[in-house]
């Protein structure tokens, strides 16, 4: 997986990169794809049960399904065997990912001074099917060559979370795709990669916003492997509420992947908490 054309790092000044589909150059990465685009179904991803009770920011009701991993990410170095796991000779081209231990890697926690909707509160879902794990490593790859990252973390093992989360709602339907509203995730860099839309009216768009919520960008994200990659601490992101067509079910996937710094005193704990300083 690389990019077929020149983009620029992100960092404080340009405060995201918008990939279009074609963007993204996975023309050596099939098997991955195939294996991972097998398991972007929305049968094959549990029901979210967190806030499934209440309606979001937006008044929509909230109809979620998920699943989560928190991995370390130790980068590839060339020439040199730097895997931990088991993905093999893989990881000495693109790097390795390996999740965390035992209960840890699904458990998942933001306080609520940036998540009003579900803030102060663990959740837990279901593991990432480890058919999605190429697919995922070459992702947490090249996201981590994109960002500006702090040195001396550029060389240095980060903390990688994938959450698959698919959207559906009924036909003719709103439900909520951001229930807490424009908000952080608590981290270093976040991306959205698109995966799947079908039978959506309209809404699901992808809205980025600057200091006062001035927004800054918008896109539908329709197209596979459209992607936005977002410096998390100097912006704030949101996805609209999206509306199924009259007479289908409306269904939307994306993959939303965190990253900051490694640390293990606080295996759950996002890389802040709304603390700027
Ligand atoms: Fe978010």
């Not at 130790?74 to 730097?82: H, K, L, V």
């Not at 933001?110 to 490593?137: C, H, K, V």
């Not at 981290?187 to 309209?202: C, E, P, Q």
Request: hydrophobic share 35%; net charge negative; proline share 5%.
């Amino acid at each position: 997986m690389k990019l077929a054309r020149k983009m620029p790092l992100v960092n404080d000044e340009t405060l995201f990169v918008h990939l279009a589909a074609g963007d993204l150059d996975l023309a050596s990465d099939s098997t991955a794809v195939s294996r991972f685009l097998d398991c972007c179904r929305l049968e094959s991803l549990p029901k979210d049960p967190y806030g499934a009770d209440k309606a979001g920011f937006d008044g929509a009701r909230v109809s979620r399904y998920r699943r989560f991993t928190t991995c370390r990410f130790f980068p590839g170095e060339r020439g040199r065997a730097t895997c931990h796991g088991a993905c093999g000779r893989l990881a000495s081209e693109v790097g390795c990912l390996v999740p965390l231990d035992g209960p840890d890697a699904h458990r998942f926690y933001q306080s609520d001074a940036i998540n009003r909707f579900q803030g102060n509160n663990y959740r837990e879902w279901a593991g990432i099917e480890a058919n999605m794990f190429p697919f995922l490593t070459r992702w947490a790859s090249l996201l981590h060559s994109m960002v500006a990252w702090q040195r001396p973390y550029d060389t240095a093992v980060c903390r990688v979370g994938f959450h698959l989360i698919g959207y559906l709602a009924q036909p003719g339907e709103t439900v909520s795709c951001s229930p807490e509203g424009a908000h952080h995730d608590g981290y270093a860099y976040i991306s959205m990669l698109h995966l799947n839309t079908t039978g959506v009216f309209n809404g699901g768009d992808s809205v980025i916003f600057g200091s006062s919520e001035t927004e800054l960008f918008r896109t539908p994200m329709r197209q596979r492997f459209e992607a936005v990659v977002i410096n998390d601490r100097a912006v704030k992101h949101l996805g609209t509420s999206m509306t199924a067509e009259p007479y289908a079910r409306g269904m939307r996937m994306i993959l939303v992947t965190t990253l900051h710094q490694d640390r293990e005193e606080v295996p759950n704990t996002p890389y802040f908490d709304g603390n700027f300083e």
